[in-house]
């Protein structure tokens, strides 16, 4: 059980300058490598958590959404935005915070920026899924969207599946040379592709990973030959999706949570009766994974509470003994817990 906030008399808050200290601290793909088990962990622990499809604002720009759950020791959440005409204006598609706290009080135990951290967890939790469904041996993966998330996702398939190789393809020339900067002495070899067609020629995992408020079609049924992993995780919210429907009619697809992907996956295309898999199954074995070499795997990913959970609790761990926070007084205190008014009078 975490400490006590009367324990450590503050809230520790860690900001977004002392997670990048933290992930330089311990190296990028150690903490991709150890937040994939660390996600997997509390997916092994399904049946503990409280699920809820998120709670999302929509407006004509973009969504704002609330992400909570309690596994009945600890609670989280976390508010999200995603708003693709962000980065026109300079900002962020994709900006967060989330908080822990001890269920028995209530009390909140953690406040962090999960900007950088969402992007670890969504990285982590595409390479956990695909080390269980990828073919065996792969050694490619095409990169399609080269925005915000694709260097963490491009280090975690390295790090955690083995993948040697990333071929790029964005709209934007400039986002894919980014990308290929930033990943220059990762030790993958970057292939940067002119076309999605292009991209996808060789590889054993795709993942598309767009921002567009739209139901657009950024990979056609053509371009999924058998035994492919998808690894589709930019298609989130109601009316935004990425793949063709046929290449649906083809997979094996596996999601987070169902309720919730029904709403904002991929699968929001197909009719209610489209059969999919809850990837705690596959872990638990009550449902299968991969079945052969030429089967196409889709993992149809929206991103989930728990994954959120376990990347705050990951984080929260990596704390102690450690100056990767500040300490925020961020809960009244007084001296008599029925007194407030009477701590007001004394700041006064
Ligand atoms: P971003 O805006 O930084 O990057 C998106 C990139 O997609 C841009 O570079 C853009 O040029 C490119 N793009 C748009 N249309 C394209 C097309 N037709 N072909 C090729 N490239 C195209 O966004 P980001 O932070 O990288 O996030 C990408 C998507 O992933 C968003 O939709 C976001 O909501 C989603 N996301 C999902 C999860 C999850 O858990 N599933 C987590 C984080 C983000």
Same mark, same amino acid.
């Given at each position: 059980?975490?400490p006590?906030?009367?324990?450590?008399?503050?809230?520790?808050?860690?900001?977004v300058?002392?997670?990048?200290?933290?992930?330089?601290?311990h190296?990028?793909e150690?903490?991709?490598?150890?937040l994939?088990?660390?996600?997997e962990a509390?997916?092994?622990?399904?049946? !503990?958590?409280?699920k809820?499809?998120?709670?999302?604002?929509?407006?004509?720009?973009?969504?704002?959404? !609330?992400?909570?759950?309690?596994?009945?020791?600890?609670?989280?959440?976390?508010?999200?935005?995603?708003?693709?005409?962000?980065?026109?204006?300079?900002?962020?598609t994709?900006?967060?915070?989330?908080?822990?706290a001890?269920?028995?009080?209530?009390?909140?135990i953690?406040?962090?920026?999960?900007? !950088?951290?969402?992007? !670890?967890?969504?990285?982590?939790?595409s390479?956990m899924?695909?080390?269980?469904?990828?073919?065996?041996?792969?050694?490619?993966?095409?990169?399609?969207?080269?925005?915000?998330?694709?260097?963490f996702?491009?280090?975690?398939?390295?790090s955690?599946?083995g993948?040697?190789?990333?071929?790029?393809?964005?709209?934007?020339?400039?986002?894919?040379?980014?990308?290929a900067?930033?990943?220059?002495?990762?030790?993958?070899?970057?292939?940067?592709?002119?076309?999605?067609?292009?991209a996808?020629?060789?590889?054993?995992?795709?993942?598309?990973?767009?921002?567009d408020?739209?139901?657009?079609?950024?990979?056609?049924?053509?371009?999924?030959?058998?035994?492919?992993?998808?690894?589709a995780?930019?298609?989130d919210?109601?009316g935004?999706?990425?793949?063709?429907q046929?290449?649906?009619?083809?997979?094996?697809?596996?999601?987070?949570?169902?309720?919730?992907?029904?709403?904002?996956?991929e699968?929001?295309?197909?009719?209610?009766?489209?059969?999919?898999?809850?990837?705690?199954?596959?872990?638990?074995?009550?449902?299968?994974?991969?079945?052969?070499?030429?089967?196409?795997?889709?993992?149809?990913?929206?991103?989930?509470?728990?994954?959120?959970?376990?990347?705050?609790?990951?984080?929260?761990?990596?704390?102690?003994?450690?100056?990767?926070?500040?300490?925020?007084?961020?809960?009244?205190?007084?001296?008599?817990p029925?007194?407030?008014?009477?701590?007001?009078?004394r700041?006064?």
């Open positions: 059980m975490p006590m906030p009367s324990e450590l008399a503050y809230v520790p808050f860690v900001s300058e002392n997670m990048m200290r933290l992930v330089h601290h190296g990028i150690q903490v991709l490598r150890e994939t088990d660390a996600v509390d997916y092994r622990r399904w049946a !503990l958590f409280e809820s499809p998120r709670l999302a604002s929509h407006s004509r720009e973009g969504v704002i959404e !609330l992400m909570p759950t309690s596994d009945g020791e600890v609670f989280s959440f976390k508010y999200v935005n995603g708003h693709p005409s962000n980065t026109a204006k300079g900002f962020q994709v900006a967060a915070f989330g908080l822990l001890r269920v028995d009080t209530g009390y909140p953690l406040l962090a920026e999960m900007t !950088l951290l969402t992007a !670890l967890r969504t990285a982590a939790t390479a899924v695909a080390r269980h469904l990828a073919p065996r041996g792969a050694r490619v993966m095409a990169m399609i969207g080269n925005g915000a998330q694709a260097e996702q491009a280090l975690a398939m390295k955690v599946v993948i040697d190789t990333v071929r790029l393809y964005d709209i934007d020339p400039q986002a894919t040379a980014k990308v900067r930033n990943l220059a002495d990762s030790g993958l070899t970057i292939v940067s592709c002119a076309s999605t067609q292009e996808v020629e060789g590889a054993q995992i795709i993942t598309t990973c767009t921002a408020k739209a139901c657009a079609t950024i990979l056609t049924d053509n371009m999924v030959g058998a035994g492919i992993h998808i690894n995780i930019g298609g919210c109601p935004k999706t990425e793949l063709h046929d290449i649906l009619k083809r997979a094996a697809t596996f999601v987070e949570f169902e309720p919730q992907t029904r709403i904002e996956g699968i929001q295309q197909m009719d209610a009766s489209y059969p999919v898999t809850e990837f705690h199954q596959v872990l638990d074995g009550s449902a299968a994974g991969r079945r052969d070499a030429r089967q196409i795997t889709l993992f149809d990913s929206v991103g989930f509470a728990t994954e959120d959970f376990s990347a705050l609790r990951y984080i929260h761990c990596k704390l102690e003994g450690t100056d990767f926070f500040q300490k925020i007084d961020m809960l009244a205190d007084p001296d008599d029925r007194d407030l008014f009477g701590m007001l009078q700041a006064a």
